[in-house]
């Protein structure tokens, strides 16, 4: 089977690639294509899985190419980690907000709109060339905003389109673990969009495990969550949040830690990584040892602000091992492939499992998969507390969708404007003339 990495330059393709040496199962994946529009990273990867693969026999044969048409054709799986704006783009996501008081991530809030606006408009154009060239491929998203992303590329690519994140497995696995569980015999009652859910429920042999582990004070200091979110705020809610909705619960604090610090999380990995692709070009022969310990320093420093304000440490070894991204897509590829039937926390059409939002809207919850995709299974219904902050959201991102696909500058501004994080109307025009004023791709919303 052939597999087509978009983004195959980025950072963390070796972690796919890797997964995929692991996978000594018939009718495994034996091609990689990876596509890119920057050469030179796509060299620095390439030589790193090159290195990956030395000491294994019949390693998937990697090809590279910077032609789009040319990376689908043929493909059965195409893996979609593009990164619109590079992380310059996310540089000024970060600082834009952060200038006009307002928190700056990535992929949550002001910063997360910016993302979107100046992404959704590729993935689009990257969906209508898959149903145009490789119209039977499976596509797995994992750009962020990965839930609109996804969302946006639905009306192209049916449920061939499913979004992954690593994010509710790793949570879920972390809870089960510090109750002595196996993770994989577990049901997780896991529900909202992506990176903006909760952990509503832990099942076990037939038995809800998660009272248990709230009324456990010992337990929850046991992993990322517990620690970042604290026992008594955990019990107060009777769940467990997404690492992601502390920027939510822990607004204010977050934004004075991170406006208190040197630079962004977007600048250090700017910097890291612009060294990491420099000293691998000089010395390719190296390329697998510089990529290790570039990642080693990521991983460790990854939240790092919500880390120092709930006091939690550093992360340690069971935290960073917890349900990668790439074992989830592995998973969800073998399932699709093989009809393994398998059960994984995916971005897909909610079809009236949550009946607060439409049958249309992509909500991140369990779903069965086997050869015919991806199935949302029934879970609990959402709270009020966790419905409104989704139904805010999703009304941000089908808004953002609009603005993407129209140009509108008032779809733009509604996307800002409704945002919880972002208080004010008068704000969100600030942010967005700033955006427009500073990012090329989102001049058109200039007022």
Request: charged residues 20%; proline residues 3%; glycine residues 10%.
């Amino acid at each position: 089977m052939r597999l087509t990495i978009l983004g195959g330059g980025g950072f963390r393709v070796p972690l796919v690639y890797q997964a995929l040496l692991g996978d000594r199962g018939a009718g495994r994946i034996t091609s990689v294509v990876l596509y890119d529009a920057d050469r030179t990273r796509l060299a620095s990867i390439a030589a790193v899985l090159r290195q990956q693969a030395a000491a294994v026999a019949d390693a998937p044969v990697v090809t590279e190419t910077t032609n789009l048409d040319d990376a689908l054709r043929g493909a059965d799986f195409v893996f979609s980690a593009i990164r619109v704006g590079g992380l310059e783009g996310r540089t000024v996501d970060e600082r834009v907000a952060l200038d006009l008081g307002v928190l700056g991530q990535e992929t949550v809030g002001a910063g997360g709109i910016a993302y979107g606006l100046r992404t959704l408009p590729v993935a689009v154009g990257i969906a209508q060339r898959i149903a145009a060239v490789a119209p039977e491929a499976w596509v797995i998203n994992f750009t962020n905003p990965a839930g609109m992303v996804t969302e946006a590329m639905i009306p192209y690519l049916g449920d061939r389109v499913i979004g992954i994140c690593d994010s509710p497995s790793g949570l879920g696995r972390r809870a089960a673990l510090a109750l002595g569980l196996d993770p994989s015999t577990a049901f997780y009652d896991y529900a909202g969009l992506n990176h903006l859910g909760w952990l509503r429920g832990l099942r076990s042999g037939g038995v809800d495990r998660l009272p248990e582990l709230l009324a456990s004070s010992d337990a929850l200091a046991s992993f990322e969550e517990g620690r970042l979110f604290g026992a008594d705020w955990l019990r107060s809610l009777g769940c467990i949040p997404n690492e992601y909705l502390h920027y939510y619960y822990f607004a204010r604090e977050t934004l004075a830690a991170v406006q208190g610090v040197r630079q962004t999380r977007g600048t250090f990995l700017l910097e890291q990584q612009s060294a990491f692709y420099a000293e691998t070009e000089q010395h390719p022969d190296h390329a697998l040892e510089l990529w290790q310990k570039t990642r080693a320093e990521r991983e460790s420093t990854y939240m790092v602000e919500s880390r120092e304000i709930a006091d939690a440490g550093e992360r340690d070894e069971r935290d960073m091992a917890a349900g990668g991204y790439e074992q989830v897509a592995l998973s969800l590829m073998r399932a699709i492939a093989h009809n393994e039937r398998a059960s994984l926390i995916l971005n897909v059409r909610n079809r009236g499992v949550l009946r607060q939002l439409d049958d249309d809207a992509v909500v991140e919850i369990p779903c069965t998969v086997d050869a015919n995709g991806a199935l949302p299974v029934t879970v609990s219904q959402l709270t009020d507390h966790q419905a409104g902050l989704v139904c805010s959201v999703k009304a941000v991102e089908r808004s953002t969708i609009e603005a993407a696909a129209s140009g509108s500058r008032d779809a733009a501004l509604r996307a800002f404007a409704w945002h919880p994080l972002i208080d004010s109307v008068t704000a969100a025009g600030k942010l967005l003339d700033a955006y427009a004023g500073q990012l090329p791709d989102l001049a058109r919303f200039r007022a």
